[in-house]
Nanobody
Framework: QVQLVESGGGSVQAGGSLRLSCAVSGYTYSSSCMGWFRQAPGKEREGVAFVYTDSSSTYYADSVKGRFTISQDNAKNMLYLQMNSLKPEDTAMYYC???????????????????????WGQGTQVTVSS
């Protein structure tokens, strides 16, 4: 049974930092697209950061570029999202997600094929106050 479990969310003031973690189990952590998504109340889900497991190539949405960093520990089946210089507009539920992509090993597919993500965590809340 595949499980993705996020942790590390919380409340922080604007300008602060948080580090989200995603523990992946029951899944072969390779040849896969991994992503962090967020959804604020009343808004559509947004993909914010992506990594291809085998190359560690990354991609960021413009809204977080330069402030967020996605990383992974393949040996531990862990995905991370370091969030710095947080803004109130970063307030959302954050989810990690995965899909197996052995024949499309380019991070470009990770952020363009967002409908392919078929494994999702339960989410962790991030609240940034001004």
């Amino acid at each position: 049974q595949v499980q993705l479990v996020e942790s590390g969310g919380g409340s922080v003031q604007a300008g602060g930092s948080l580090r989200l973690s995603c523990a992946v189990s029951g899944y072969t952590y390779s040849s896969s697209c991994m992503g962090w998504f967020r959804q604020a109340p009343g808004k559509e889900r947004e993909g914010v950061a992506f990594v291809y497991t085998d190359s560690s190539s990354t991609y960021y949405a413009d809204s977080v570029k330069g402030r967020f960093t996605i990383s992974q520990d393949n040996a531990k089946n862990m995905l991370y999202l370091q969030m710095n210089s947080l803004k109130p507009e970063d307030t959302a539920m954050y989810y990690c997600a995965a899909f197996f992509s052995p024949f499309r090993g380019n991070v470009g597919y990770c952020y363009t094929l967002t409908n392919r993500y078929n494994y999702w965590g339960q989410g962790t809340q991030v609240t940034v106050s001004s």
